[in-house]
């Protein structure tokens, strides 16, 4: 059975795509600081798979713990999610994310590059667009200047990986620019699990309609779009998951010295406003929010064109927005 190194594996989308791997008949093999989720994850992977999957807490700059992971396990491919990921948390301390972000993809490729390891499926984000002159985006969309450092380390990432193919290691390189994550794990074994106040739409929804939070902000509704408030592609983190798989699946066929990029999204937009009346549909529940001003930085609209991951990887989505609604409501009541 092919191991995967999971880094950030006990995290929102790491434990999703764990679970999908897994499916695939691949194990997983999880490294993560717990820095934004907490071990019962990995109890709740085995509710869900029947597998206790091996587990190494640390973080992805440890070289020496990366090495010891490589020596006891035969690594074949890795997910690298390890980052953080908070757009505004970045801007106030952007050196901790060029360090964490970037210094750990660089000890990645070293470690990797050390032991033979050859697949790599690397988590980008849509942010490195920025807001895209032509909608939808494509990956031949030219990339803007990060609205933030943590966009900035996506998109340095990138760049490091590109110019790393180009020099022959050997390798075998995917970046998916993930759209919106949303959604849980039909189970509601697992989700989202924001620490302190969500910075994310949908759990900010989920926590209103459970009554932690008193009511939703939404950040401006004058824009130039269907009912002013701000276009995303939402998908379901399931959907998401699925498409690492696929991007493994499709470099067992490749051959060395291979990067490519894909987008992720559904390839339709929906506003904030859109996402607050399906969520509203699908739980029975009327949300309390109000309309208040536009967040800095804030992207008016984009969604993706995703017909190079469906043509190539054979990658389509699975889940609705409702879905999606349906089951981060069903994962936060799972919460108490
Ligand atoms: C979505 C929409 C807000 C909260 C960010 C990162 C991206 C990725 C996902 C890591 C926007 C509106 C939100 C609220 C609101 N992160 N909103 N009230 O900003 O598209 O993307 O998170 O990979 O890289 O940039 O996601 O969920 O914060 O916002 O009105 O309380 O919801 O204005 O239009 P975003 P988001």
């Not at 980052?83 to 060029?98: C, D, I, N, R, W």
């Not at 054979?314 to 799972?334: A, I, T, V």
Request: proline share 4%.
């Amino acid at each position: 059975m092919k191991k995967i190194l999971i880094t950030g594996g006990a995290g929102y989308i790491g434990s999703h795509t764990a679970v999908e791997l897994w499916n695939a008949g691949m194990e997983p093999i999880i490294l993560d600081d717990l820095s934004n989720t907490n071990e019962d994850v990995l109890d709740r992977l085995k509710e869900i798979t029947g597998k206790q999957f091996v587990f190494y807490k640390g973080d992805c700059n440890d070289k020496s713990l990366l090495e010891k992971i490589c020596a006891a396990h035969q690594i074949e491919g890795v997910i690298h999610f390890a980052a953080f990921k908070a757009v505004g948390e970045s801007t106030q301390f952007p050196l901790k994310y060029y360090q964490n972000n970037v210094g750990s993809l660089l000890v990645l490729l070293q470690v990797m590059k050390e032991n033979g390891i050859h697949d790599l499926v690397f988590s980008s984000s849509c942010t490195v667009y920025g807001q895209p002159d032509v909608l939808p985006v494509t990956e031949a969309t030219p990339r803007k200047k990060a609205e933030s450092p943590y966009g900035n380390t996506k998109k340095i990432c990138e760049d490091i990986l590109v110019d790393y193919v180009k020099s022959k290691p050997g390798i075998r390189v995917i970046a998916l620019r993930y759209f919106n994550p949303v959604g849980a794990h039909p189970s509601s074994k697992i989700g989202e699990l924001p620490i302190g106040t969500p910075q994310n739409l949908v759990p900010f929804i989920t926590q209103t309609a459970a009554g932690i939070r008193e009511k939703l902000t939404v950040f401006g509704n004058d824009y130039d779009t269907s009912d002013g408030s701000c276009v995303r592609d939402y998908i379901h983190v399931v959907d998401l998951a699925d498409a690492h798989v696929k991007a493994f699946q499709y470099l067992a066929e490749k051959g060395a010295d291979f990067y490519d990029v894909f987008n992720v999204g559904t390839g339709n937009g929906n506003t904030v406003l859109e996402v607050i009346h399906a969520f509203e549909k699908v739980s029975g529940e009327k949300l309390n929010y109000v309309i208040g001003p536009r967040r800095p930085g804030d992207v008016v609209k984009t969604w993706a064109d995703t017909t190079k991951i469906n043509q190539v990887l054979g990658w389509y989505p699975k889940f609705s927005l409702e879905d999606s609604m349906r089951d981060s409501w069903n994962w936060q009541k799972s919460l108490g």
